[in-house]
Each structure stands twice: as C-alpha cells, then as structure tokens.
C-alpha cells in the first residue's frame, strides 16, 4: 500500500509534538520527495551511507535522528551537503528528520527505548523542575555491580562501552542518550547510583569520580539507534507502509 507523504507527516508531527519543542534544527519534513510513500528506510544520521543504502532499497522516505541544517552552521549548498542532498534530490526521495521530539517521546522515545533494551524501569525525568534536561531516571529489578552492569550494556548494544567503576551497588541509574553527558551533575544531584550516557567528556571523569557514582559512555551512535526504529514501526503499522532500519555502524 501507499499513503501520502503529507499524511505521514502530519501523523509524525501529531505523535511527537514537534511544533512544541523548541530545538537546534528543523523538525519534521527537511527534503521533499515524491508524493507517495510506500517504503521508509531509517537510520540514526541522514549520511552520505545511509542515502545510497536508502536508494539501493529503492526508498520514498528516509527517516532520521540528525538531519540537516543545524543552528550555526555553514548554509552552502557544497561540498558533502550538495552530495547528500543531490542524491534525495536525484532520486526523489524524502527526508523526514527529529532531532529533540525523537529523544523525549515517551512510547517511541530514544531514551525510553534505551530502558528497555537495558531493562531499566523508568521513574521519570532526570530532572523533574528543568524540563529542556531530555534524560531519565529509573530503577534496576535487581541491584548489579557497575561492572555487571556495563556487561549488560555490552551484550544489548553489541559494543564495550567505556565504564567509570565506583564502590556502589547499582540500584538507581540516570541516563541521556547521545551527547548528554553533560547531564551528570543533574543524575548527582538526583542520586542515581550510575549515569548512562552515549558520550563522555573530559570533566565528565572527575565528575564521576569526586561524587562517587558509576558512569558509562555507551556510544552516542549506540545509544540513538532504538527510537528512530520504534517511529518507523509506529508509521508503518499506522500506513500499512515497508519500513526497514538499515545501521550504518559509527564507533562514536
């Protein structure tokens, strides 16, 4: 079956909310392909990978977490840009993007998604009073080592993350996938016993280290994968329309 590429994303917009975030890019429908979607391929970035991955599986929509046109950025139509674009553009294929709306959902969610691929049961936000923190806190069935603990990371996300040990038994855990690792002192400030994050900075070490929790960088790429795979799913049983996540693996 085929529906209509406006129809698909005014259901996107209405599941997600999107004109209600304010975000550092366009949300929603960034490249405007042809007027009927029967195919929808996703993937975490709108890479140069993904767009020939996407045109090899003969894709009417591409459906990502990181898009294009990012606040400050060059707006020049070269270099890597004019290929990404000129190959949607050539092959008439759309590409729908969320960025923010995609991490805070809380059905397809990247973070709620993250949960459950770590079976971390969510207690809520990471900090209920500041509402643009995107992370989450939640609770662990049974109380496991940080080094246990990073195992299961490994196991569900197919990578070693980088593990901060600490002498904590692992009950609580805060986490933000991606680049929030600058989240850590509001997971402190929550008392989680561990941060889960997709990347690490350098004061995130100390940080770690000096409050005496665990924290982990699991992968930004890694961590990202999960939601932008539950919104294809969601599209697709809602349209009756293909969906396929390809992964275009990136070790960051």
Not at 115 to 139: C, F, K, S, T, Y
Not at 175 to 197: E, H, K, R
Not at 213 to 242: K, N, S
């Amino acid at each position: 079956m085929a529906v209509a590429l406006s129809t698909l994303v005014a259901e996107a917009e209405r599941y997600l909310s999107s004109s209600k975030i304010q975000d550092y890019c366009p949300n929603g429908l960034q490249v405007e392909g042809r007027v009927q979607v029967r195919r929808i391929v996703s993937g975490v970035t709108a890479s140069q990978a993904l767009l020939d991955a996407a045109v090899e599986a003969e894709a009417d929509l591409v459906l990502v977490h990181h898009g294009y046109f990012w606040k400050g950025e060059n707006p020049c139509i070269t270099g890597m840009k004019q290929r990404r674009l000129k190959t949607l553009l050539r092959h008439d294929i759309s590409l729908l993007a969320y960025h923010l709306p995609l991490d805070l959902h809380p059905e397809v969610g990247n973070n709620v998604q993250l949960a459950r691929q770590l079976d971390i049961i969510v207690e809520g936000p990471l900090d209920p009073d500041n509402p643009r923190v995107v992370g989450l806190v939640g609770a662990l069935a049974e109380p496991l080592s940080a080094r246990d603990f990073a195992r299961r990371v490994q196991e569900a996300l197919g990578r070693e993350p980088l593990l901060i040990e600490s002498e904590q038994i692992i009950r609580r855990v805060g986490w933000c996938t991606g680049g929030g690792q600058g989240y850590i002192d509001n997971a402190i400030a929550a008392g989680v016993d561990l941060f889960l994050s997709g990347e690490a900075s350098e004061q995130t070490f100390h940080s770690a280290r000096e409050n005496g929790i665990a924290f982990i960088a699991a992968g930004h790429h890694a961590t990202e994968r999960y939601g932008v795979q539950a919104l294809g799913d969601y599209l697709a049983r809602r349209f009756a329309v293909e969906h396929l996540f390809i992964d275009c693996p990136n070790p960051i």
